[in-house]
């Protein structure tokens, strides 16, 4: 993803142009819906809706499910003659406790951890973000309606195929998102957003500091996200102690023609913003070059791919660590029913089995594996399946 700001005018009125979200235009697969409500979020009421809010509160009082806290698994027990795995044993506490499966060992720990950064991050954005609302926005805000409401990282959608897209296996599937967010890093006046992202105060100052206070604060932005990357990262153990850090190599843009389809992005919003319904807004790039770049001619190519080098960010969409893939495929580790290959009673679901990037966000994606997981165990221990398609 690359940040490119764009200024709005403030101006009240109704947009009228738009184009239907999901439906089909032209090569756009869906684009910006009219109500910024109608984008599809993890949200529930105007709040964020978690997987554990949707899928475990409403059943936590069940007496066949425990759910243990401030627990960390050590190692799963696998019987090495039979080669089954039999439980998990987790610290609690600084208490050594193994559990022991009657049927199965479900392993859903993610990519690489990072489950609880998300969870961290988010607690902190809520509360600076209530701390700044307005007292009517933030009375609103626990009504579930008004502006702290909406999806701000993405009141806008619009997924494209570049025409570097064209090596793909489909001949339709969309390389390029576009994500419009309901603020920008210009108008992160209290910092919060540049902390999370590692841009330098140094930095947003050089870029943004010549804009007076009124245009930082109605500016917004719409991101290029590469949804469908070439360039594979690697993830490594650093040792066989699960609690040292693997050692990543993210391997961003190692095939140069990542680098270009976001150019292509670029490129598309510049043609977004050029379309009345956003010049009805005034809207306009903000021009001031990035540092690293200044050299080179603002809005060339090399200039953009010089920009994408300095400041492109990722969406931690990572997946891929335990592939699903036939077995004699050496770098894969799950079967299509998620069983890890060469060991019986051991099933793995999360991202981490996901074969390629999935051109979506991965959340959606990580809660249909879940639920086709779901239904897979309970038909391999016989047990009816609450499918739509039983
Ligand atoms: C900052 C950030 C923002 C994101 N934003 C979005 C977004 O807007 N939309 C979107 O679709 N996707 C987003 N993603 C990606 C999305 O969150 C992930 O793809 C998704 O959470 C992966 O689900 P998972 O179940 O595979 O792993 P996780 O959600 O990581 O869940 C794994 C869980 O296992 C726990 N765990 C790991 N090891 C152990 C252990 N040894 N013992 C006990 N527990 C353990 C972790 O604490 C975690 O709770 C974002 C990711 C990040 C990091």
């Given at each position: 993803m690359i940040w490119v700001l764009i200024m709005l005018k403030y101006h009240r009125g109704q947009c009228h142009e738009y184009y239907k979200f999901n439906g089909c235009l032209d090569r756009y697969v869906s684009t910006f819906p009219r109500?910024?409500?109608?984008a599809q979020a993890t949200m529930r009421k105007g709040r964020r809706c978690s997987s554990s809010k949707a899928f475990l509160e409403p059943i936590r009082?069940?007496?066949?499910l425990k759910v243990t806290k401030y627990s960390t698994v050590n190692k799963i027990l696998i019987n090495?003659?039979?080669?089954?795995a039999y439980g998990v044993e987790f610290t609690k506490h600084n208490k050594r406790i193994q559990v022991l499966a009657l049927r199965e060992v479900i392993l859903s720990a993610g990519v690489y951890r990072i489950g609880t950064i998300v969870d961290g991050i988010w607690n902190w954005t809520k509360k600076a973000f209530i701390r700044t609302a307005s007292p009517v926005s933030a009375v609103s805000y626990m009504a579930g309606?008004?502006?702290?409401?909406?999806?701000g990282g993405a009141v806008g959608l619009a997924f494209a195929r570049s025409s570097?897209?064209?090596?793909?296996?489909?001949?339709?599937?969309?390389d390029i998102e576009l994500v419009m967010g309901g603020g920008s890093l210009a108008g992160d006046l209290l910092g919060i957003l540049r902390s999370l992202l590692g841009v330098t105060d140094q930095w947003y100052w050089k870029v943004?500091?010549?804009?007076p206070l009124n245009v930082r604060q109605n500016s917004f932005s719409i991101n290029p996200v590469l949804?469908?990357?070439r360039s594979v990262g690697r993830l490594k153990l650093?040792?066989?102690?699960?609690?040292d850090p693997p050692i990543i190599h993210?391997?961003?843009?190692?095939?140069?023609k990542d680098l270009k389809a976001l150019v292509h992005g670029i490129r598309l919003t510049q043609q977004v913003i050029g379309t009345s319904a956003f010049q009805r807004y005034a809207t306009r790039l903000h021009t001031t070059p990035f540092p690293g770049c200044e050299?080179?001619?603002?809005?060339s190519d090399q200039y953009w791919e010089c920009a994408i080098e300095q400041t492109s960010i990722t969406l931690d969409h990572q997946v891929g660590t335990c592939k699903m893939a036939a077995?004699?495929?050496?770098?894969g580790v799950v079967s299509p029913r998620l069983l890890v290959h060469n060991i019986r009673g051991l099933r793995v679901a999360d991202?981490?089995?996901?074969p390629r990037i999935p051109a979506a966000h991965t959340h959606a994606p990580v809660v249909m594996i879940a639920e086709k997981a779901a239904d897979i165990i309970k038909e391999d221990w016989g047990m009816r399946s609450n499918s739509i398609y039983d």
């Open positions: 109500n910024p409500k109608e009082h069940r007496s066949n090495p003659d039979t080669k089954t309606r008004g502006p702290l409401t909406l999806p570097l897209a064209s090596d793909d296996h489909s001949a339709t599937r969309p943004y500091g010549s804009l949804i469908r990357p650093r040792t066989a102690n699960f609690t993210m391997n961003y843009f190692h095939d140069p050299k080179l001619q603002f809005d077995v004699d495929d050496k770098t991202a981490s089995i996901m």
